[in-house]
């Protein structure tokens, strides 16, 4: 019976990488001269230091330009509030990855009032579809990727 899984995950490596690149970008702006700001990933979240609220916004703007290039959807990012102690601000940036309880009952109930002649069952943090026909499958991957989910999505293994 062919199937295939619903799934949201974030290219750690890519999202290291975007990282990297956006420090250097921070350390080498005329804006950010002597200011000490700087991004730090730790594990899920990405921590943006600066001296300024205003330069945490144009830090997010960097961040999110350079994950984009690396084809990380933006999507996925969770902004946290700022959060100043002193003289620096601090804000957060959550990575969010897998699919939580309440996104995959959405996503199975949108699968079942579409009527599609699939049966869809969620497993940890993904959601496995199953049909008889192929071409049911691939209409339920249609519909969900016009769907407004608030997460994005990748659709793998794929089974014939």
Do not use: W
Request: charge should be negative; glycine fraction near 4%; charged fraction near 35%.
């Amino acid at each position: 019976m062919p199937s295939f899984d619903i799934v949201s995950e974030v290219d750690t490596h890519e999202v290291s990488n975007a990282v990297d690149q956006a420090n250097r970008e921070v350390g080498t702006r005329f804006d950010f001269k002597s200011s000490d700001a700087k991004y730090e990933l730790e594990g899920t979240d990405i921590v943006m230091n600066a001296e300024a609220e205003f330069q945490l916004q144009q830090m997010l703007d960097i961040l999110q330009t350079k994950l984009s290039r690396r084809n990380v959807d933006i999507a996925c990012l969770e902004v946290d509030k700022v959060e100043v102690t002193g003289k620096r601000t601090h804000q957060k940036v959550t990575l969010r990855q897998g699919v939580d309880k309440e996104l995959a009952r959405k996503i199975v109930k949108l699968i079942k009032d579409g009527k599609y002649k699939v049966q869809a069952a969620i497993q940890g943090e993904k959601v496995r579809v199953t049909g008889k026909k192929r071409d049911d499958l691939q209409k339920v991957i249609a519909m969900l990727g016009e769907a407004d989910l608030d997460l994005p999505l990748q659709f793998d293994n794929f089974r014939d």
